[in-house]
């Protein structure tokens, strides 16, 4: 069984800042790439980030370039998502998510193992 925890949401305003934290237990799993995926009230969940954990390749959506920084601790098992800047539009529940292999492209969910719970992140002034 693998278990991926995150933390670290909150209530911020804008132009705040978030550090969220992914951490993986449980049975050791090979893992091709890490992520985060968002979803807002009455939206489907998109891609935000992701890191190939050999490479420490990174990729972004497009609106949060710049102001999002995914990174990973070995040795920690663990994935962040530094975010500045914060927007209202950045609302939404965050999730974090494990790909074993590279079957597709990583910017969809479907190509992802293994998911988190959540963690609810609130842009309001």
């Known amino acids: 069984q693998v278990q991926l925890v995150e933390s670290g949401g909150g209530l911020v305003h804008p132009g705040g800042s978030l550090r969220l934290s992914c951490a993986a237990s449980?049975?050791?799993?090979?893992?091709?790439?890490m992520g985060w995926f968002r979803q807002a009230a009455g939206k489907e969940r998109e891609f935000v980030a992701t890191i190939i954990w050999s490479s420490s390749s990174t990729y972004y959506i497009e609106s949060v370039k710049g102001r999002f920084t995914i990174s990973r601790d070995n040795a920690k098992n663990t994935v962040y998502l530094q975010m500045n800047s914060l927007k209202f539009e950045d609302t939404a529940v965050y999730y974090c998510a494990a790909a074993r292999r590279h079957s597709g492209t990583l910017y969809s969910p479907g190509n992802y193992d293994y998911w988190g719970q959540g963690t609810q992140v609130t842009v309001s002034s």
């Open positions: 449980g049975r050791a799993f090979s893992r091709y790439a």
